[in-house]
């Protein structure tokens, strides 16, 4: 039922072999030197729950390799070298795929058209990969069943206002160490319902208003606090923790953080109309609309 051939050195798929074993739940083939996974490699494994694949040199998941596995649940392909994933790299895994594990490879996009029919995913994990940039239709047609979504240590830098609409049951979010300079109520709406960890620790995100529905949700107890502190970085290259930032009305006569670029903030002084010299600890200070204001502060004696 068990099989582990992890931690040899094979250079190929021993598939001859394997084609007996149709009590099979579980083969381990991780820590070798495989590069490809030829076509109908686990042919008659039609008991297969578990696949572990990770740690090999694989460069490209192609058409159907997998299609034999109609009951498989998990299946780990990390720490390869894969920089292609075919539209039916996962055919035949439609209706029991949930946990699948790609992170720590070479892609520069999430492989969306790849992952469609998997209308059962529960976890998806592409983190330590190349990606850039999430497109809308990113988790179109397979989100609803998504609860964990791992992206940190990409390179990603911008997020679309409807790349999160059709994950109705997402709970975990981690975007950590990525490059994304502002993200907005707007884009992450969609999932604050049933979201209980959102982590966007480690960017160069900038101090502005956009960042008031983070300030309030990383002061509900009710929500899972990342590993680091998430940060926000003012005009003078300042860091501050998002969770104590201070706001403040438009209506005072405080300094305003302003910003008109996404890239990383340049030395600048702060403007707007004062009374006096702002003290170190007002320059802190967000100047955002008396609403906004109002609620962040109410969310957060609540």
Partial sequence: MRLNLGKNNLDDIPTDAFHPLVNLEV???HENRIRHIPDNAFQGLTKLDMLKLEHNLITTIQD???SDLSVLNSLNIEHNHIVNVSDRAFAGLESNL???EMGNNRLDHIPSHALRPLHNLRQLDLDANKITE???DAFK???DTIKYILLDKNRITHIPPLAFVDLHSLEWLKLSHNEITTLTEDTVQPILD???MIDVSKNPLICNCDLLWLRRWVSNPNNKDPAEEMECVTTDQKAHNIKNLPVAPLTQATP????TSRHKPSDQTYTGRTTKQP???SAAVLACSPVLTAVAIASTLL
């Fill in 194 to 196: 049933t979201v209980t």
């Fill in 64 to 66: 159907n390799v997998f």
């Fill in 98 to 100: 949930e946990w699948l």
């Fill in 279 to 281: 003290s170190p600890s």
């Fill in 141 to 143: 047609g397979y989100g």
């Fill in 134 to 136: 999430l497109s809308e």
């Fill in 256 to 259: 305003q953080i302003t910003s």
């Fill in 27 to 29: 083969l381990d083939l």
